[in-house]
């Protein structure tokens, strides 16, 4: 995959591109970046991107000659032009997934009081991150790109991914480690047990009570399965599951065995 930026602030990637699974992922080239200073493609010869709002306004409006020729320079057939914008669709794990499956990602980061409409004509792909104002669109490219690399054949562990928030369309369950007991609070038992249909379980049944507590908008789009209501069910009570508890008798028999 080729990932394409333009950008008034080349630099503001500096530190992204040079970290963690990024910086990695890079360095095994599973993806290719390329930066482009929008500014170096105005034709105006104090070298402005910029101007006023045409019948007034506040701040200032980034011009189409300079961006759209800037798109010019590196598009092909194949690339997809990204543009993010309180009217593009919220982006989700999908969308990374998705788009983790294309050729050519082209990310325009617009700045200022926003972009001139007719640049739009130009774009493929509208997204949101959510209905707050930034300063800029580099942040929102950064997001968008780790995102979308994490997914990328290599980039990561397969079962991590496997395993995260949004795969299955719930949240992902509690994760524990060492020590045991910190100021008091424990790893919960079954995780000790040994038996990994018996966790799995588990964790199932925490992802779904994570989901309806704290996601219910994602919860109501989740199809429940006879399993899932039996969870369910088991959640409107305190009291441990007989399936949990055999679970963590067995494993404490055979620990003591051991």
Known sequence: MKITILTLF??????FLNTSIIKRALSKEIFEIELINIRDYTKDPHHRVDNYPTGGGAGLIMQCQPIVDALKSCRSEKSKVILTTPRGKLFKQEDAINLSREAHLIFLAGHYEGIDERVNDYVTDFYSLGDFIMTG??????????????????????????????????????????????????????LFCGNHKA??????????????????????????????????????TDEIAKWEQEAINKGQKFLKKS
Request: aromatic share 12%; proline share 6%; charged share 30%.
């Open 199 to 236: 966790i799995a379980k588990w964790r199932k049944k925490q992802s779904l009570r994570l989901t309806k507590s704290l996601r219910p908008d994602l919860f109501s789009n989740y199809v429940l399965s006879k399993s899932d209501l039996t969870l369910l069910k088991e959640l409107e």
């Open 10 to 15: 080349p630099e503001f990637f500096e530190s």
């Open 137 to 190: 669109g580099e942040i929102p490219t950064m997001a968008m790109c780790d995102a979308i690399i994490r997914l990328l054949d290599g980039a990561i562990a397969k079962e991590s991914i496997e395993d995260e928030s949004f795969t299955e369309g719930l949240l992902e369950y509690p994760q524990y480690t060492f020590p045991y007991n910190f100021e008091g609070k424990t790893i919960p038992d079954i």
